[in-house]
């Protein structure tokens, strides 16, 4: 029995934030600095099917977005667009992820690894809220 070939890693051919006219190029290493309410725009050299992109926070869970896909013959393009603007400070990454698994499947049967792409929103994050004061108990 073959033994089934190891997941690839997915390329992408540009991963965007956009505000307006101005678009940010986000780089792999983490490093770009986006504004707090951009959209995002992720392309790849291939056309994949039961594909999704999520926008997850520093704890792990997802944030609220809109989310639109064109896979056209060999390529693909995601849009994102989150429901709020991002908290100035913190720390995000963008998911390409497969629907059924966490595996990327092209149309022509190519199991890929999850993309993920991290980055930073500009901006000084909110101040903690206040603690709660303790209640005095009587004695």
Not at 39 to 49: G, K, M, N, Q
Not at 67 to 77: F, I, N, P, Q, Y
């Amino acid at each position: 029995m073959p033994v089934p070939a190891a997941p690839l890693v997915l390329p992408a051919t540009a991963v965007e934030a956009r505000l307006g006219d101005t678009v940010v190029a986000i780089a792999p290493d983490g490093s770009a600095l986006v504004d707090p309410a951009a959209s995002f725009e992720i392309r790849l050299p291939t056309a994949v099917r039961g594909t999704r992109v999520v926008l997850l926070d520093a704890r792990d869970a997802v944030v609220p977005s809109n989310e639109s896909a064109e896979v056209g013959g060999s390529a693909s393009r995601f849009t994102l667009v989150p429901m709020e603007p991002l908290t100035p400070g913190s720390r995000f990454v963008l998911r390409v992820e497969g629907l059924d698994s966490r595996l990327v499947r092209s149309v022509d049967g190519r199991a890929f690894e999850p993309l993920a792409i991290p980055f930073r929103v500009a901006g000084e994050p909110p101040p903690a809220p206040p603690k709660k004061a303790k209640k005095k108990r009587p004695r």
